[in-house]
């Protein structure tokens, strides 16, 4: 026998289990929720679960696309409470977005009211608005009262919904989907529902048709917002074979004349899902810190349409130029992904092609059909039942009649009858034929309470008619149907009838049916130099010792006497022109890339460098260059280390700059010169001057570089290159050139201690 505590060790169950396949039970069955209910949608209807609510909730609230409007509050309401028992707000952004003609190419949602804007504005609170279907959504749920497909409950069990809808068309291209799930993702573009429906037609009359073919019929996404499609079109048939890729699309321009030379640049549609406020937004950032020379302006006028205004700085830029660098810095032209990850029969996620996405919505349309079909069929034999009964009483009506009169159980009694033995009267001697009898000359139960709920006004001579030719129909029908379940080819061909019927009313007559998005040929935008920007003028670029830079118009004077703030004075001061780009070297080793032409006017004091460039404020200016492509730089550390650096290397693309020389602790930058000449003069804070061949220092893009000269206490003073043939100069106390050319005495190996330097070497130990 078990003893006690055996039985109570098998009644308790062991609810202990390691971690790690808790969790991993646990976000597995989250991360499918997730994929099937939130996320991707079915490739049948292109609907999630939420989407599929709200129509289905509307439709229950009698808001046909005919009829009147319903606050939004009570539809997001009932979704909430029979069908989604998620946040009502959530409920009512997926309803808005259905309701904005921007975002959806079909809108499934007709809104009265605030429903939000391109610029991005959010739609009103759902108290103040209103909705009801369209004529798109009308059609996704045809077919929901004959058994389309099949229901489920709802959360609680207290009421039903559907598993997906019937949908006359392929929702999921139409309309597109974007969701992110756990560990995958979709994004699929709208498409134009007349092409789909001519790609369905070819794919059921040409089952093995290859998705290049089917690029005949669908030759890309047809966005809301129109827009221009320049991606290759070998691309775009990549991307539908393989269900990944992505399309490039511009917004809509065109140059407008103003006379007199003037123009300016129209943008009439932007680019899918780009706020219209956050773009202008980005463009008059561009105006603002000059990144586009000769961009002058923007400016929004529109209305109902979008209308962009984009004005160039004169009236010579080339407007393709300036459109250039536009879809380059800003998203008039972007590039919208495709990753056609969806569930196919509502259960497995996959990546398709297009071909297989149309299969799946056409294996949908057939099982619609064939279960309409079928619902259809058991409609007729129901009503032929009851017609059979309607016959067989008006051709003995004097006996129904005394048997409902007399009779204590009529239905009893009429369904225990014996109709056979009756003679059928002539309902119209001139022209009935009697019909066949049935062989069952009792009526059924269903055919007795038929006879019993039938109206007096029925009893009249003219229904005996209507009810043989219903009769004749309703045979006519059935058999139809038996031969369109019977055949395959019969399926296809009311399948094509359908979707013609479908392109019909929703084709271009239709409004909103025509495509918007076309196809151009989009060169590839090739980087213009800022320089070829902007008009080349000279100037005179001035740097205080406290950083304050400006630009001087004109080469002036380089001896000329200039006004500084008070404690400040000159530093650097030399000629340039407003095409140049300016290198300045950090202590910290950094160089940063400026524009002479974004220098503040020589009229005022300037302006801080750091203000231009991410410097630290512990940073000092080193020095501050013209760039020179081409051309070499020496730099190095007040440790004495150093390499040569080629320009191209050292130009920077952001404020924050470019690490070239790397320095730590209380080591700084100390020299950046260009290179000329063959040898390098180095000199210490020990005033040792040491020469050696420039090819002993290596050429690098980064690092701390190798050792200039050893030093026992100090560090580096200056360096400097030079032609060895042509002598070493420095300027001697009274400021006058001295060369010296016989420097056999401080000739040596680099990173060796050098000699003294020569008689008549500048006290602060600099060659110039």
């Known amino acids: 026998m078990t003893d006690e505590n055996d039985i109570s060790d098998i009644a308790q169950p062991d609810l202990s289990e390691p971690l790690r396949r808790a969790l991993g039970e646990r976000y597995l069955t989250y991360a499918l929720s997730t994929i099937m209910h939130r996320a991707l949608p079915d490739a049948r209807d292109g609907l999630k679960p939420v989407h599929r609510r709200i129509l289905y909730a509307m439709r229950e609230l009698r808001l046909s696309s005919t009829g009147g409007f319903r606050k939004s509050a009570k539809i997001s309401g009932d979704v909430m409470g029979n069908y989604h028992p998620h946040g009502d707000a959530a409920i009512y952004d997926a309803m808005a977005r259905l309701a904005q003609d921007f975002n959806v190419r079909y809108p499934l949602v007709d809104g009265q009211g605030n429903f939000g804007n391109i610029d991005g504005d959010n739609p009103a609170a759902s108290r103040y608005t209103e909705a009801r279907m369209t004529a798109v959504a009308e ?97 775009i048939a990549q991307a539908y074979r393989t269900g990944k890729g992505g399309f490039r699309l511009r917004c809509r321009w065109q140059v407008e004349d103003l006379g007199r030379g003037q123009w300016q640049i129209v943008v009439t549609e932007i680019p899918y899902q780009v706020q219209k406020s956050k773009l202008i937004e980005k463009i008059a950032e561009l105006i603002q810190t000059k990144k586009i020379p000769i961009l002058g302006d923007i400016r929004d006028e529109s209305a109902e349409d979008v209308r962009m205004i984009i004005e160039p700085r004169s009236r010579s830029v080339d407007p393709d130029v300036l459109m250039g660098m536009l879809f380059r810095l800003c998203d008039l032209e972007l590039r919208f992904s495709l990753n056609m990850n969806v569930l196919i029969d509502g259960l497995t996620p996959r990546v398709c092609s297009l071909k297989e996405v149309l299969q799946a919505f056409l294996d949908h349309r057939q099982e619609v059909l064939l279960r309409r079909s079928r619902h259809r069929l058991e409609k007729i034999d129901h009503r032929l039942e009851v017609l059979e009964g309607f016959i067989i009483a008006f051709l003995n009506l004097d006996r129904v009649i005394d048997i409902i009169r007399y009779d204590e159980d009529p239905k009893a009694a009429l369904m225990a009858e ?30 007795a309470e038929a006879i019993l709920n039938m109206r007096l006004r029925s009893l009249r001579r003219l229904e005996e008619m209507e009810l043989l030719r219903e009769q004749s129909a309703l045979m006519e029908e059935r058999a139809q149907l038996e031969d369109l379940l019977d055949s395959a080819e019969l399926q296809w061909a009311r399948i094509i009838e359908q979707l013609r019927e479908t392109k019909k009313q929703f084709g271009k007559d239709w409004e909103g049916g025509a495509r918007r998005t076309t196809f151009a040929e989009g060169a590839v935008i090739e980087e213009v130099p800022i320089e070829a920007m902007i008009d080349r003028e000279p100037i005179t670029v001035v740097c205080s010792q406290m950083g304050w830079v400006r630009a001087m118009t004109g080469h002036i004077d380089l001896t000329r006497e200039l006004k500084f703030k008070d404690g400040d004075g000159p530093r650097f001061i030399f000629h340039a022109e407003t095409t140049d780009r300016l290198l300045v070297f950090g202590s910290n080793g950094r160089f940063y890339t400026v524009s002479a032409a974004n220098l503040p006017g020589g009229r005022g004091m300037g302006e801080p460098l750091r203000l231009m460039v991410d ?125 010296e050319t016989d420097l056999a005495e401080w000739i040596g190996k680099r990173a060796s201690a050098g000699r003294m330097a020569p008689r008549g070497f500048p006290r602060d130990n600099k060659f110039t």
Not at 418 to 444: F, I
Not at 630 to 653: C, I, M, N, P, T
Not at 663 to 674: L, T
Not at 708 to 718: H, P
């Open 418 to 447: 014996d109709w056979g033995k009756e003679h059928p009267r002539a309902l119209n001697e001139a022209d009935y034929v009697p019909p066949q009898p049935s062989g069952d000359p009792s009526l059924t139960e269903v055919q």
């Open 139 to 235: 059609a996704l749920l045809e077919g929901l009262t004959e058994n389309a497909v099949d229901f489920r409950e709802n959360y609680d069990g207290t009421l039903t919904e559907p598993v997906v809808l019937p949908a006359q068309f392929p929702n999921l291209l139409a309309n597109g989907s974007s969701g992110i799930a756990v560990g995958m993702a979709t994004n699929i573009p709208p498409h134009n529902i007349a092409e789909l429906c001519d790609a369905c037609i070819h794919l059921i009359k040409t089952p093995e048709a290859r998705d290049d073919t089917l690029l005949k019929y669908v030759p890309g996404p047809d966005f809301p917002t129109g827009g221009v499609i320049v991606e290759p079109p070998e691309s």
């Open 615 to 739: 410097l630290p404020n512990e940073a000092e200016i080193v020095t501050i260059l013209k760039h020179a492509p081409g051309r070499k730089l020496l730099v190095a550390s007040s440790a004495g280390d150093g390499f040569v650096v080629s320009e191209e290397d050292v130009v920077a693309q952001t404020r924050s700059g470019k690490q070239v020389l790397n320095v730590r602790g209380e080591v700084r930058a100390a020299i950046c010169k260009p290179v000329t000449g063959d040898a390098v003069a180095v000199v210490g804070e020990n005033r040792k001057v040491l020469v050696f061949g420039l090819d002993e220092l290596p050429e690098m893009g980064r690092g701390k570089g190798l050792r200039l000269q050893k030093y026992k206490d100090g560090g580096l003073s200056d360096a400097t290159t030079f032609t060895q043939a042509d002598g070493l100069s420095w300027l001697d106390p009274a400021g006058r050139t001295r060369t």
